[in-house]
């Protein structure tokens, strides 16, 4: 699924990820990273709460805001990144809610199993909107 949507990915967009600890955010991003193109290793910036990577089509911006408040999240200046030329992918985005920009794709990553997952997609815009009817047209997602 991610790599569905690293191709429907282009500059300004946001990908808001959420769920429990070792849900599967990390691996998403990954996945999403590769289907863009990023050469090398992706990991979780935990600590350094942004890194920045090329790709073949894109820049990938990769963030971890669990460590941080909301009004540090605002110092970092992330809308440089949201409104900039790459795709941006938000980990533990709910802590800054307010920040996020209104046009996003939410994904809740819930454990069903040992080696399950369930993702539930929220589209915020009409890009995301058709995003979703497109992934589900291709039977990416179920509904």
Not at 22 to 45: D, E, H, I, Y
Not at 84 to 112: S, Y
Request: hydrophobic residues 40%.
């Amino acid at each position: 699924m991610a790599r569905a949507i690293a191709g429907l990915a282009e500059p300004g967009t946001v990908i808001a990820l959420d769920g429990d600890l070792g849900a599967g955010k990390t691996r998403f991003s990954q996945a999403m990273a590769a289907g863009l193109g990023v050469k090398g290793v992706v990991n979780s910036p935990t600590f350094t709460i942004i890194k920045e990577y090329e790709g073949d089509r894109l820049p990938f911006y990769h963030m971890d805001v669990y460590r941080i408040t909301e009004a540090e999240a605002e110092e970092l200046g992330l809308d440089e990144y949201f409104y900039g030329d790459g795709v941006t992918v938000v980990e533990w985005a709910e802590r800054i809610a307010d920040l996020l920009p209104p046009e996003r794709l939410e994904i809740r990553i819930r454990h069903t199993g040992e080696r399950e997952r369930l993702f539930e997609l929220t589209p915020c815009g009409p890009r995301y909107d058709r995003w979703c009817r497109l992934l589900k047209e291709q039977g990416t997602i179920a509904s």
